[in-house]
């Protein structure tokens, strides 16, 4: 059986190549630092997902079907 070379993939945070595998257990960060930054982004809401109707939008009627 042949061993397979781990599969590099870019670190969303700091744009390093980190490995893809089990053994990192940071993946798809290339560490805990970088894992870390990104999830303060999310709680502090530097990333938003887009939506087309805020559903909490009270000056909005709802849709009725």
């Avoid at 190549?17 to 999830?39: G, K, T, V, W």
């Avoid at 502090?44 to 009627?61: I, Q």
């Amino acid at each position: 059986m042949t061993q397979s070379k781990p599969r590099q993939v870019t670190c969303p945070s700091c744009k390093k190549q980190s490995e893809y595998s089990a053994e990192n257990p940071f993946r798809p960060f290339c560490s805990e630092r970088c894992r870390l930054i990104d999830l303060g982004g999310w709680a502090s809401e530097s990333y938003r997902v887009p939506v087309e109707n805020d559903p909490f939008d009270e000056s909005v009627p709802p849709h009725l079907s």
